[in-house]
């Protein structure tokens, strides 16, 4: 059996025969008839050409001719299809090669029409991303489409500084810079400062900014202050935080996450609300927050007043055993986690839970004290 039998199957063995036995070689009939195979699975040949059996005594020549004619008519077509990408105003193309289209989509349409299948920023569902990762997290991307191949890849970066945040293929795979570099050619960094460059980038860019400001502060979106401050601006965010200091949630998270420090002027807000204030004394303070304390907020409720003498005081809080007497269960815990021995205030109330008495019990008789 002969080279050619293993590689086709017997449809295409007599035409392939033919042509190897007049001395074309293999491996460029093998070429050749892959092409023509991928044609007609777009449905791009039609008539009696697209039969096998048609080129069966056609010579070599002729077959290469109506290949290299109907590649010719793809690539015309998608030249075209180019071109109209080209004049989008929802597009910035950053550089256009014989083998690579690099641009900028500038609206989820563009991004849906340009992108890959598999990325989240151009689905056609309900679950786009586009808007969120341009309006909202205030990035940019940069698609890289083959001309030649159905290769696609994405970069991501952020507006204010640059800094790129993610390199995609076409299935959605993570990928490193140098990979990117080799496979395209394209250094990501400078096509990143390339755009940065664009001034219609610029100017739309900075308008979503400011349009994204003007919202927060005239709606006042704390959480979307957060995000701006640490995502988008990475620091302070001077404009925004006495809108923050009016949130206890969200000035916590600040001080934590942006400042990384106490945070005086939100502190009396925090102090407010118990939830918080043993969040920002156990990851802000990382200590006791006597100020706090002094208002007994959080002295007064059962669970947040054990966590904080666990986690905070490191001890036992005779100012929070009051509330923590209160609950069978706190009671115990207490007991159990930070006196580490008997809990004579809270012993009725747990007598009275048929849970957590037999627990209490078998604890103390543990530790010999029942």
Known sequence: MRAYEFLFEDIWSDVVANWVNTGID??????????????????????????IQYWKNKPFDQFVAFIDANVAKLDATKGAKRAKIKMSTDEIVLDD???????????????QKLGGTMWCTSTRSSNNLFDYYTLDVLTSLIYIISKTTDEKYAIRFQNKTGDVVEFRDKNNFDLCR??????????????????????KWQEITW???????????????TKGAYNYAKDVIQGRWPEGEKLLASDPVWAFYYANDVIKGRWPEA????????????????????????????????????????????????????????AIASDPYWAYKYALNVIKGRFPEGEKVI???????????DFLKSIGEE
């Open 26 to 51: 293999l491996l460029t009939v093998e070429a050749n008839v892959n092409k023509f195979k991928q044609l007609k699975n777009k449905n791009l040949i039609t008539g009696t050409e697209k039969d």
């Open 97 to 111: 090669t014989p083998d690579w289209l690099v641009v900028v989509p500038l609206s989820m349409a563009a991004s």
């Open 178 to 199: 140098s990979e990117l570099q080799a496979i395209t050619g394209f250094s990501a960094l400078q096509l990143v400062d390339q755009c940065r460059a664009n001034k």
């Open 207 to 221: 308008g979503i900014e400011q349009k994204r400001i003007e919202k927060i502060l005239q709606t006042g979106d």
């Open 267 to 322: 502190e009396k807000v925090i102090a407010s609300d118990p939830n918080w204030v043993y969040e920002y004394a156990r990851d802000v303070i990382k200590g006791r927050w006597p100020e706090a304390e002094a208002e007994a907020v959080i002295a007064s409720n059962p669970a947040l007043a054990f966590y904080y003498a666990r986690d905070v005081i490191k001890g036992s809080w005779p100012e929070g055993e009051e």
């Open 351 to 361: 007598a009275s839970d048929p849970k957590w008495a037999p627990e209490y019990k």
